[in-house]
């Protein structure tokens, strides 16, 4: 069974600054799909950006980006010119390629907090 | 269409009692998921739909839980005999099949469950 590990339950950042989010995850597959998702307050999942493994540039969004290293397992989130709004839990996730059955299996998240 | 809708946002009972929840997944999309999320923790899979074929359902998922997807449309998680173990927050997720994980998933705002 695949695992998703979060080290930081807690990560905290000032405004326009730059901070990164770790995840390491353990498989057996060689191809799969990585997630980090972001869960503000009160409001639904949301989902950042996404990489698939077979894919060696890392996957990039606006101010988001990721550094994913497949022979350690890592997928770690870097969120640039941290803004207000970045604030809340963030979740890496791992997705096999069919999906169905295979679900989503997630971290148990890092709380971003964005000091004014 | 607006998304994944989830209905109630919020539900209080007392222990004993039974309650049911709804979830309108994006109606283009085959497949529709149910996770369960206690504080603290991800998101964790507790049952899968493609259409209205339930294909797999998490060990999480007592006898006293029940879901169904009639038509192929809107699913209900039911719980029977609540415990004050079953509070927590419930996502249904959903996406399209032919995609595999290639796309995440897109989560409703869940439904907060209070057994007290």
């Known amino acids: 069974a695949q695992t998703v590990t979060q080290s930081q339950p807690e990560m905290s950042v000032q405004e326009a600054e730059t901070v990164t989010l770790s995840c390491t995850y353990d498989?057996?597959?060689?191809?799969?799909?990585l997630f980090w998702y972001k869960q503000p307050p009160s409001r639904q999942m949301i989902l950042v950006i996404r990489?698939?493994?077979?894919?060696?540039q890392n996957a990039t969004e606006n101010r988001f980006s990721v550094n994913f290293q497949k022979a350690a397992k890592s997928f770690s989130l870097k969120i640039s010119d941290s803004q207000l709004g970045d604030a809340a839990m963030y979740f890496c996730?791992?997705?096999?390629?069919?999906?169905?059955?295979?679900?989503?299996?997630f971290g148990k998240g890092t709380h971003l907090i964005i000091q004014p | 269409d607006t998304g994944v809708s989830q209905d109630p946002r919020h539900k209080i009972t007392k222990r004993g009692q039974n309650v049911t929840f709804r979830c309108d997944p994006i109606s283009e999309h085959n497949r529709l998921y149910w996770y369960r999320q206690t504080l603290g923790q991800g998101p964790e899979f507790l049952t899968y739909?493609?259409?209205?074929?339930?294909?797999?359902k998490s060990r999480l998922l007592s006898d006293r839980f029940s879901a169904e997807r009639p038509k192929g449309s809107f699913s209900t998680l039911e719980i029977q005999r609540t415990e004050q173990g079953d509070s927590a927050m419930y996502l249904c997720a959903s996406s399209l099949a032919g995609t595999g994980n290639a796309d995440g998933y897109t989560f409703g705002s869940g439904t907060r469950l209070t057994v007290v």
């Open positions: 739909f493609q259409n209205e074929a339930q294909l797999e």
């Open positions: 996730a791992y997705g096999g390629l069919s999906g169905g059955a295979d679900g989503l299996t």
């Open positions: 498989t057996s597959e060689s191809d799969y799909y």
């Open positions: 990489q698939e493994a077979y894919k060696q």
